[in-house]
């Protein structure tokens, strides 16, 4: 069973090649969402990494 929408003409939804396309198209957006969500977690995680280190360096140059 494809996951074209209900909502989409009957003929998108009867026709196997457009609803491969669809569905091919479909994973390759999530895969790229999820790319992109790991690379932004990835920079938070480093942020942060980058933000203690200031704030130790800050307390060692008041001290």
């Known amino acids: 069973m494809?996951?074209?929408?209900?909502h989409a003409p009957y003929e998108v939804r009867r026709s196997r090649k457009i609803a491969a396309?669809?569905?091919?198209t479909?994973?390759?957006l999530k895969l790229e969402v999820a790319r992109k969500e790991?690379?932004?977690?990835q920079m938070e995680?480093?942020?942060?990494?980058?933000v203690e280190h200031a704030m130790?360096?800050?307390?060692e140059t008041i001290l």
Do not use: K, M
């Open 45 to 50: 995680f480093e942020l942060g990494l980058i």
């Open 21 to 24: 396309a669809y569905d091919r």
């Open 38 to 41: 790991a690379a932004l977690a």
């Open 26 to 28: 479909h994973l390759q």
């Open 56 to 59: 130790r360096r800050s307390q």
């Open 2 to 6: 494809t996951s074209v929408p209900l």
